[in-house]
C-alpha cells in the first residue's frame, strides 16, 4: 500500500477494487461513504497492526474484500497507537449481518496470531498470501490435484 494514514489507506483499497472491476464506480462511493461513517464511530485498527474497516451495501450479494499490506505502517488510530500493517477491508450485503459478525471474528482470530502475520509480511507475492491465509486453496489450484 502506499498510503500513510487511515482514511487514504480505505480509499485505496476501494479504488484497487474498483479497478480491477470487484466495485463499480456507484458502488465504490456507496462503500467509501458507508465507510467513513463506520470510520468516524471509531477506528477499526483493533490491534497488534490490524484493520478491518468494514461496511454494509443492499446492492451486493456476497461479501467483497480486500487485504492490504503496509510496509512502512499506516497511522490507522489503532486501539494500541501502533502503525498498521495490515488493512482487510471487507463488504458484507446488509441481510447477511450474522455473516459480518462471522467474518470480523474469523479475520481478527486469523490475525491475533503473531505466525500468520510474520508469514504474510515477508510473503513475495498474492499467490504467497492466499496460501497463508486459505491453505486449502493452494492445494486445490496445486497441479495434478
Request: charged letters at 25%.
Amino acid at each position: 500500500m502506499q498510503a500513510e494514514e487511515h482514511w487514504a489507506a480505505i480509499v485505496e483499497l476501494v479504488r484497487h477494487l474498483e479497478s480491477i472491476g470487484k466495485l463499480g464506480a456507484d458502488l465504490a462511493e456507496e462503500a467509501l461513504a458507508s465507510l467513513k461513517v463506520r470510520e468516524e464511530l471509531v477506528s477499526t485498527g483493533i490491534g497488534a497492526g490490524v484493520a478491518i474497516p468494514h461496511a454494509f451495501s443492499d446492492n451486493i450479494d456476497h461479501v467483497i474484500a480486500v487485504l492490504g499490506r503496509s510496509q512502512e505502517g499506516i497511522d490507522f488510530e489503532a486501539l494500541d497507537n501502533a502503525p498498521v500493517h495490515f488493512v482487510f477491508l471487507f463488504i458484507v450485503p446488509r441481510k447477511d449481518y450474522h455473516l459480518h459478525l462471522r467474518t470480523l471474528a474469523a479475520i481478527a482470530k486469523m490475525f491475533t496470531n503473531g505466525e500468520i502475520r510474520r508469514r504474510v509480511a515477508a510473503a513475495d507475492s498474492r499467490e504467497e498470501i492466499l496460501s497463508i491465509l486459505d491453505p486449502k486453496a493452494s492445494r486445490v489450484a496445486a497441479p495434478g490435484n
